[in-house]
């Protein structure tokens, strides 16, 4: 009785994988067919569109941009210690919305590892809450070893929301050293 019992149950079990096998096989083959399916409908509806019909990519530019309105930004740096400070460019035109990178140069003019912070202030004042930065070498403490030179981006756009009136923002970077002389130099 035990091993008809144990056929039986293997008959099941092997008739319950076999459901299982087709049942992966037809969901892996749903999934497969629904490829081409979503592509049509998404051309058919204008959506999600990477292609065109030649078969080339769309770049389409980015709609948050200003293109009616430029701005004058103009770029400044301070050095308050032992270094040499200073904007790789002085000043550049950019529209509203666009992403864009400037460069500062800072030089470690002393024979010794410095540690210094930048600071930023903005003109006009009502500028500020407008000059977003991405990137920036102000949002951590630069280390900087003996006669290091080094260039360190700042990656910002404006608020299309800037009053119109504004024409010119100057971004302006105060550099300086923090905690004073290296321990291992005072030594």
């Given at each position: 009785?035990?091993?008809q019992h144990q056929t039986e149950t293997r008959g099941l079990n092997r008739t319950m994988l076999g459901k299982l096998i087709?049942?992966?096989?037809?969901?892996?083959?749903?999934?497969?067919?629904?490829?081409?399916?979503?592509?049509?409908?998404?051309?058919?509806?204008?959506?999600?569109?990477?292609?065109?019909?030649?078969?080339?990519?769309?770049?389409?530019?980015?709609?948050?941009?200003?293109?009616?309105?430029?701005?004058?930004?103009?770029?400044?740096?301070?050095?308050?210690?032992?270094?040499?400070?200073r904007p790789v460019q002085s000043s550049m035109k950019v529209h509203p919305g666009e992403l864009v990178t400037v460069m500062?140069?800072?030089?470690?003019?002393?024979?010794?590892?410095?540690?210094?912070?930048?600071?930023?202030?903005?003109?006009?004042?009502?500028?500020?809450?407008?000059?977003?930065?991405?990137?920036?070498?102000?949002?951590?403490?630069?280390?900087?070893?003996?006669?290091?030179?080094?260039?360190?981006?700042?990656?910002?756009?404006?608020?299309?929301?800037?009053?119109?009136?504004?024409?010119?923002?100057?971004?302006?970077?105060?550099?300086?050293?923090?905690?004073?002389?290296?321990?291992?130099?005072?030594?």
């Amino acid at each position: 009785m035990e091993s008809q019992h144990q056929t039986e149950t293997r008959g099941l079990n092997r008739t319950m994988l076999g459901k299982l096998i087709v049942i992966a096989v037809l969901m892996f083959g749903f999934g497969y067919a629904l490829i081409p399916v979503y592509k049509q409908l998404c051309e058919v509806l204008g959506i999600n569109v990477l292609t065109q019909p030649d078969g080339t990519v769309s770049l389409d530019k980015n709609t948050q941009v200003d293109l009616s309105r430029s701005v004058t930004v103009e770029f400044d740096g301070n050095a308050q210690g032992p270094w040499r400070f200073r904007p790789v460019q002085s000043s550049m035109k950019v529209h509203p919305g666009e992403l864009v990178t400037v460069m500062y140069e800072v030089v470690n003019t002393q024979s010794r590892t410095v540690n210094a912070q930048a600071i930023p202030s903005y003109a006009p004042q009502s500028a500020t809450p407008h000059f977003k930065k991405v990137e920036c070498f102000c949002f951590k403490q630069q280390t900087l070893k003996p006669n290091e030179a080094r260039q360190m981006p700042v990656v910002f756009f404006i608020d299309p929301a800037l009053p119109k009136e504004v024409k010119t923002i100057t971004l302006s970077y105060t550099f300086f050293e923090v905690g004073g002389l290296d321990k291992t130099a005072a030594q």
